[in-house]
Structure formats: structure tokens, C-alpha cells
């Protein structure tokens, strides 16, 4: 059974960082490429960041772009956010989701097939 199991999240002032932590279990993860999502109250689910099995190819949203970084360690089965420059507006559960496969680049939402429960990040101003 595949798994995937958020950490990192937590209060933060406006202007630092968090580095969060996606451990997954039960899957290939060295084949799958890994994206990061976010959900703010009463809000859409929104596209944040994702890097390819490999690692050597990266996408951002526009709005995270140059703060965020995604990384992944395919020997410890784990995929980071480094969230820089926090701001208020970046206050979600965010999620982290894996693609067994994707025709596109980046991959549309539907194509995630597994997700984790979310860990909540709040930015205070």
C-alpha cells in the first residue's frame, strides 16, 4: 500500500521559511515524479511545484517561483519544499502527490495518482 506522509509544516512570521518533507512507502518512488500542491480555507486546490524522477527537472507555479525549491532523494524515498520569503498569502494545507505517469509536462492535476494528508502552514503577518 503506497503512502505518502507530510512533515514541516507549522507557524512561521511573515518572511521566514519551512522546509517541508514528503516520506513515501509501499511504491517506486524512483520512477515517479513528485509534485507539491496547497489549499487555502475556501480556496481551490492549487499547483505549487514538481520535479521529475530524476530530479533534473524542475516546474513552479508563478506565485512560488524563485521563493520555493523542490528536491527529492530517491535513496530515502523523500521529496522537500524549501519555502523561502514566506508570505501570509502562502498560509495552506499543503500536500504532496505522485505520478506514476504523465504524457505532459507538467503534469495535469488528474494525473496524480497518490496523495498525502497534508501538513498545514501558517504565516503570520
Known amino acids: 500500500q503506497v503512502q505518502l506522509v507530510e512533515s514541516g509544516g507549522g507557524l512561521v512570521q511573515a518572511g521566514g521559511s519551512l522546509r517541508l518533507s514528503c516520506a513515501v512507502s509501499?511504491?517506486?518512488?524512483?520512477?515517479?515524479?513528485m509534485g507539491w500542491f496547497r489549499q487555502a480555507p475556501e480556496k481551490e486546490r492549487e499547483f505549487g511545484a514538481v520535479?521529475?524522477?530524476?530530479?533534473?527537472?524542475?516546474y513552479y507555479a508563478d506565485s512560488v517561483k524563485g521563493r520555493f525549491t523542490i528536491s527529492r532523494d530517491n535513496a530515502k524515498n523523500t521529496v522537500y519544499l524549501q519555502m523561502n520569503s514566506l508570505k501570509p498569502e502562502d498560509t495552506a494545507v499543503y500536500y504532496c502527490?505522485?505520478?506514476?505517469?504523465?504524457?505532459?509536462?507538467?503534469?495535469?492535476?488528474?494525473?496524480?495518482?497518490?496523495w498525502g494528508q497534508g501538513t498545514q502552514v501558517t504565516v503570520s503577518s
Open positions: 502527490a505522485a505520478a506514476r505517469r504523465s504524457s505532459s509536462w507538467p503534469p495535469a492535476g488528474h494525473t496524480y495518482d497518490y
Open positions: 509501499g511504491g517506486t518512488f524512483g520512477l515517479w515524479t
Open positions: 520535479i521529475n524522477w530524476s530530479g533534473g527537472s524542475t
